[in-house]
Every structure is written in structure tokens, then in C-alpha cells.
């Protein structure tokens, strides 16, 4: 079963006008990778939630990415942030860290039944932090109908729901989209549609690298993922002049001004961020090195944290990423 984010995307890429894949640049990169022998960052066990119980592993991935998005804020709001163990936490991992906190402190309240139920007090009191997390309302009406699905549907185990998929990502991801709300990462582009999937895409990969590729986190089709267009992956490959901006765009997003949710900019950031993965990663074929796109994904994820760019990441307020 094909993959429609490449299929999609790659029409966008060839009409693109704002955005421009830099073939050179993506040699030049790949050739520096194989000289330090670059590797895939093992995965984080520290800043998410471990457990011998598959179920109540399952069941923090899948509300950790049904709320994995816009952590961003423009001053003079200050960025949400966590305090876990003397430590200052924003961003992604000061959401792992806050659910991984609940499941271990109330493993009896870590269930799809439980927050089907929740309150928006008892919401508001597992994510507080200081600053300000953007879509606050919309995270509390995304979990409550993640999980009444499971309730509902699976008798709140999503183990019932991830082998149905049969350890395939071709037959995951779509189930995912069709079933659980708003995780249909989709948008219209000259008419057409056109698919990033990217909390989708994300949440299968987190499974199986939480379960290292084994038991319900085993998949046959690990080639099936794209990379996760999101905001971090274009910043850096902009800064590494991978992706070239025009100069309206790149105004706009050093003013930080917001690039809307659909719009032909924000899809054409994102294509030609899957897309140049994708030759990135077939640059490195034929040099020896072989990744999935997924795990280029995370190698510049991780980079994206450490480096400091020369441009700030595009601001789009949404739920998708």
C-alpha cells in the first residue's frame, strides 16, 4: 500500500514557488554525514514513560501525540515550561515529562476511561506549568475524544486497535486518520488533497521505538513512514541552505509573523521539507549509508535542538504539528 504523503507532496514540490529543494546542498550534507559516521539517537527512555504493562504504554503514546503540537509563543508571551527533577523542561519533552509524571504517580487514573471522564479542572491541573501553552481549550476536547474512541470501540485497550493493523504502518496510519479525531493532517493545494499525516506518522514511530521494534511495537513496513513535516525540520534545513526561501517568505518568518494553516507557503514548506529528506536519504544510499526517513527525521530533530539558526521556525498556529 502506497504512502499518499509522498505521492501528494511531490506535486506540490514541482509547482513550488516559495520553497526550493537545493540538490547540492543535500550532496554536501550527506557526504559530510558519512565522514562522521553518522547514527540514529537511540531512543530517549529518560523523557518518556516506560512500563512492563503494554497497555499502559500504549494507551501514553497515543494521548502524548494526540496532544503533540504548537508549542511555540510570540512575545510577550513566554513559552510553557515544566520543572521535572531540578530540571527546566519546554516544548515537547515538557509534555512526555508531564504524562510520564501522571502515569507514574496514578497509574489507576492512566486510562482511556478515566480521561473520556476528565474534568477540565483535572485537566488543567496535570499540565500546569508556567507560560503559556497555546490551544489549552482544544488539548482538553482532543483527549476526552481520543479516548471516548477507545472506550467505546476497544474497551480501552489499544492493543485491540494496534493489531488490527496486522504489525503493518500501510494499514496503521490510515486506521489512525479514519478512527481517532483529529489526527486528519490534510489540506487542499490547487484543488488537490495533500497529506502530511504528521501526528499520525509520529505516534507509529514512537510505538515502535518506545517497544524497540518488538511485540506490539514490531512493523514489517518500516519504510512506510515519511518524515514529520513539522516546524524544527525546515528551520534547520533552511539554516544548512537545503531548503532556500524567497525573500517574502524568509521576511516573513524572521518578522515571525504567522504563516496561516493551509496556505500555499505553510504546504510548500512542508512538502519540500518530506521531499528533501527523502533525496537526502537517497543520497546516502549511494554512499553506503542506509536510513529510513524516520530516522533522518530524528537525526535532525535531535540537531535542530542543539544548533543556533540564523532564522527562527515559521509560526502557523495548528493542531497538526
Known amino acids: 500500500m502506497f504512502n499518499p504523503v509522498l505521492k501528494t507532496t511531490s506535486k506540490v514540490v514541482s509547482q513550488s514557488k516559495n520553497v526550493r529543494i537545493n540538490y547540492k546542498k543535500i550532496q554536501e550534507l550527506a557526504k559530510e554525514w558519512v565522514k562522521e559516521n553518522i547514527s540514529t539517537p537511540s531512543w530517549d527512555k529518560d523523557k518518556h514513560f516506560e512500563s512492563k504493562d503494554s497497555t499502559l ?11 503533540n503540537f504548537c508549542f511555540w509563543t510570540k512575545p510577550p508571551q513566554k513559552k510553557w515550561y515544566i520543572f521535572y527533577k531540578g530540571e527546566k523542561y519546554d516544548g515537547y519533552f515538557a509534555l512526555s515529562l508531564t504524562l510520564k509524571k501522571f502515569f507514574e504517580d496514578f497509574p489507576q487514573k492512566a486510562n482511556f476511561n478515566y480521561f473520556s471522564k476528565i474534568s477540565f479542572k483535572e485537566f488543567s491541573s496535570i499540565f500546569r506549568g508556567e507560560g503559556d501553552l497555546l490551544f489549552f481549550k482544544k488539548r482538553y476536547q482532543i483527549l476526552k475524544s481520543v479516548s471516548h474512541v477507545f472506550t467505546e470501540k476497544y474497551k480501552s485497550n489499544p492493543e485491540n486497535f494496534i493489531f488490527l493493523a496486522n504489525n503493518q504502518f500501510s494499514k496503521l496510519i490510515p486506521k489512525i486518520v479514519k478512527e481517532l479525531p483529529y489526527f486528519d493532517d490534510i489540506y487542499f493545494f490547487q484543488g488537490n488533497k495533500v497529506y502530511f499525516l504528521k501526528r499520525a506518522q509520529i505516534l507509529g514511530g514512537d510505538i515502535m521505538g518506545a517497544f524497540n521494534n518488538k511485540g506490539v511495537g514490531y512493523f514489517k513496513d518500516p519504510e512506510y513512514l515519511t518524515a514529520f513535516a513539522d516546524y524544527k525540520l525546515p528551520q534547520i534545513l533552511n539554516h544548512w541552505q537545503v531548503l532556500e526561501y524567497s525573500k517574502k517568505l524568509e521576511d516573513k518568518i524572521k518578522a515571525q509573523s504567522i504563516i496561516s494553516a493551509g496556505s500555499r507557503e505553510e504546504i510548500e514548506i512542508r512538502s519540500c521539507t518530506l ?19 524516520f530516522q533522518i527525521d530524528w537525526i535532525l530533530w535531535n540537531r535542530a535542538q542543539k544548533e543556533k539558526m540564523k532564522l527562527p521556525y515559521h509560526l502557523t498556529k495548528t493542531i497538526y504539528y
Open 275 to 293: 521531499w528533501a529528506v527523502e533525496y537526502l536519504k537517497q543520497e546516502l544510499k549511494k554512499l553506503g549509508k542506509n536510513f529510513y526517513s
Open 57 to 67: 504504554m500504549l494507551t501514553y503514546f497515543i494521548i502524548l501525540d494526540s496532544l
